[in-house]
């Protein structure tokens, strides 16, 4: 977990403009603590604070560091299936967005997992 919260640039999946949404926090709490984090949700095209919301992480700027999860884990896998862990080594997968066999998929595939409860709002306010 410390390991990856060094890592300053983060993909939020799942991130909304909705403000009640507990994705939208995550994304705003990482930014207020001097990450740089990117909203990533097809559904939407900019967040409510006038950043914009990319549909994928092949259309991010750049590369994320990390990958945070906040969907379901139907969505979860799907993305994992798709992505490549020399790419996106470092996924965080937040509560409720994985179940045994994400997991066991994620590690077995070689990505750097974050899990078990972690929400990486509460990790980066501790720091």
Not at 29 to 56: F, I, Q, W
Not at 108 to 124: L, P, S, T, W
């Amino acid at each position: 977990m410390n390991e990856m919260l060094e890592k300053k640039v983060w993909a939020i999946v799942g991130a909304t403009p909705n403000t009640d949404k507990t994705a939208n926090h995550i994304y705003h709490t990482l930014r207020s603590h001097g990450y740089k984090a990117y909203a990533v949700n097809p559904n939407y095209t900019e967040m409510e604070d006038g950043s914009k919301c990319y549909a994928c992480l092949e259309d991010l700027p750049q590369v994320p560091d990390c990958v945070d999860f906040v969907v379901p884990p139907k969505v979860t896998l799907k993305s994992l299936e798709e992505m490549d862990p020399s790419v996106h080594p470092y996924i965080w997968l937040q509560p409720g967005t994985y179940d045994k066999e994400i997991i066991e998929f994620a590690e077995k595939k070689g990505f750097k997992v974050v899990h078990e409860g972690a929400c990486a709002m509460a990790a980066v306010r501790m720091r």
